[in-house]
Structures are given as C-alpha cells and as structure tokens.
C-alpha cells in the first residue's frame, strides 16, 4: 500500500462510496416522497419504475464495495483513539448491514415482473401474499433505519471536521 493509501481511500472505493451516496439519498427522499405525500400519477409512475431500476442495478456496484471494505484495510486516521475507531468501525458496519437489509427486502416484496430499461425482466421471487407483506414492512423500517444512519454519519463527519479532524480528505 502506498503513503497515499495509508490515509486515503483508493479511487474505486472513493468513487463507490459517493456513487452509493447519490443513489441512497435520491431512493430516500423520493420513497418517503412517495409514500407520505400526494404526487401526479404520471409522476408517481414514473418515479416507482425508474427507481425500482436504479436500486436494481445498484446491487453489483454495492456487492462490489461490500467485499473491497472486507477484503481491504481501511486508511489510517491518527487523530482518532483506538475507541472512536472502533466505534467508527462499527457505524460503518451497520451501514453496510442496513443497505443489505434495504436490497434484500426490496427485491423479496416484488408482487410484478420488473424490467430493467427493457434490457431484462425480473419475476416476483414470491407470489404476491403474506411473504410480500412482511419483507415490504422490513423494507419500510429499513429504509427509515437507514435513513437515519446516514443523518449520523453526515453529522458525525461535519463534527469532526470542524475539529481539525480531516475524514473527508479520506474521500475526496
Ligand atoms: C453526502 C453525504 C456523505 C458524506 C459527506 C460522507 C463522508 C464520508 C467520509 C469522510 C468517510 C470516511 C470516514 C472514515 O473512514 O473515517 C465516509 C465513509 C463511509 N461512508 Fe460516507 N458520506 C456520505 C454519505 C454516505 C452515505 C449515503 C452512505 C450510505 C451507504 C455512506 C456510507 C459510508 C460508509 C459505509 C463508510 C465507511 C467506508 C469503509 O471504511 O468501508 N456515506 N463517508
Ligand atoms: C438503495 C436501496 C433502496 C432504498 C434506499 C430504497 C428506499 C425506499 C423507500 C424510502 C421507500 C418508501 C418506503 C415506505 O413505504 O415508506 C421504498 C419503497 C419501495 N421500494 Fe425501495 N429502496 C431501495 C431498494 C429497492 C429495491 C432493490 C427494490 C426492488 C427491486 C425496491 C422496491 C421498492 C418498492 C416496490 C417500493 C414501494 C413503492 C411504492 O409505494 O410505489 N427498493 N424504497
């Protein structure tokens, strides 16, 4: 590993963690949208479609950044004690747990076949009943879990910036 990456995160998994930000805080903000307030339903159809496809082909890049975080170290930060590190360590951990949960969930609650930029068709894994509801109401707490998580880690990252503590050089 080089000094770079001794303190820096190496450009693929820069590059991940940011393409992962974008499609996770557009896929809260419209599902909430969604599901709490009253659309068109031309735009309703049309954001249910588009982001069912998105998150869809989301899943390779995020199993791709999932084995890099578990296969490779993460760059040193020498401001931190060994204790912010570990809990640091196992914020980020539940991160990747949740998004997990959040896919899996989305992908069981299937009730139609979806297709993706009519490139290929994916069938309902179940068929549409109690199994359906129930990985609906995980994706639901899920997602809201999540949502949640991310407000931390942005706020913990503004707070420790603003300490002199530069993680977003880790990033950028
Ligand atoms: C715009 C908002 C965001 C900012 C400013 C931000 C910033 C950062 C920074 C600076 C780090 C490096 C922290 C360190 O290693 O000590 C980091 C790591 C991380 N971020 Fe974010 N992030 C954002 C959004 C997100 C989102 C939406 C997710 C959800 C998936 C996320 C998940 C993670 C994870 C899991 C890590 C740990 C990477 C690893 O070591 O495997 N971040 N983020
Ligand atoms: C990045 C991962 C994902 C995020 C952040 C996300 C986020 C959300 C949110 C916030 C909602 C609204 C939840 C509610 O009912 O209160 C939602 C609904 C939904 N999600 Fe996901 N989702 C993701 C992945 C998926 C995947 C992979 C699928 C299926 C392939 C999926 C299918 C759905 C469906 C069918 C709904 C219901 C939409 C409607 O009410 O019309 N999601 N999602």
Sequence with gaps: MDQLHKYRYCRVRRSLHWLSALVIIWAIVTGFSLAFFSLSPAVERWLGHFNVTLTLLFIPFFLLRLTL???QKKPETLELSRRQLWLAACGHWLIYATVLTVLVSGVCMMERPVSVFALAQLDPLFK?????????????????????LVLGHIAAVIVHQRRGIRLMQKML
């Design 69 to 71: 975080a578990c296969i």
């Design 128 to 148: 549409a009943g109690e199994v359906t509801r129930a990985f609906s109401v995980a994706h639901h707490y899920s997602c809201a879990l999540l949502a949640l």
